[in-house]
């Protein structure tokens, strides 16, 4: 089992940066592959972003890349994502997401076993 606790979301204007974190419980963290996910309002939870379990390898959504980067810190047992230059479209609630077992399958949401409650990002024009 493992918990999983989002923190950083917020109220920005366009073109503006934030960061997320996403800090996990147990003593396995460097087991799972991580990700990030979010759902705008009257629309399907969409990928983001994922991380492998050693941070040597990430994937991104097209709409994300370029503006997005996914990190993590082993040490810290916390996944990281720098969002730049934030869009209107980019406002939804962020998800973190534990343990999907297979690299070719990170972007399905239904491969992953852990989630957290979600950061509201609202990104003003």
């Known amino acids: 089992q493992v918990q999983l606790v989002e923190s950083g979301g917020g109220l920005v204007q366009a073109g503006d940066s934030l960061r997320l974190s996403c800090a996990a419980s147990?003593?396995?963290?460097?087991?799972?592959?991580m990700g990030w996910f979010r759902q705008a309002p009257g629309k399907e939870r969409e990928f983001v972003a994922a991380?492998?379990?050693?941070?040597?390898?990430?994937a991104y959504a097209d709409s994300v890349k370029g503006r997005f980067t996914i990190s993590r810190g082993n040490a810290k047992n916390t996944v990281y994502l720098q969002m730049n230059n934030l869009q209107p479209e980019d406002t939804a609630v962020y998800y973190c997401?534990?343990?999907?077992?297979?690299?070719?399958?990170?972007?399905?949401?239904?491969?992953?076993?852990?989630w957290g409650q979600g950061t509201q990002v609202t990104v003003s024009s």
């Open positions: 997401a534990a343990d999907s077992k297979r690299w070719d399958m990170v972007s399905r949401r239904n491969e992953y076993d852990y």
């Open positions: 147990g003593r396995t963290f460097i087991s799972y592959i």
């Open positions: 991380i492998s379990r050693s941070g040597s390898a990430t």
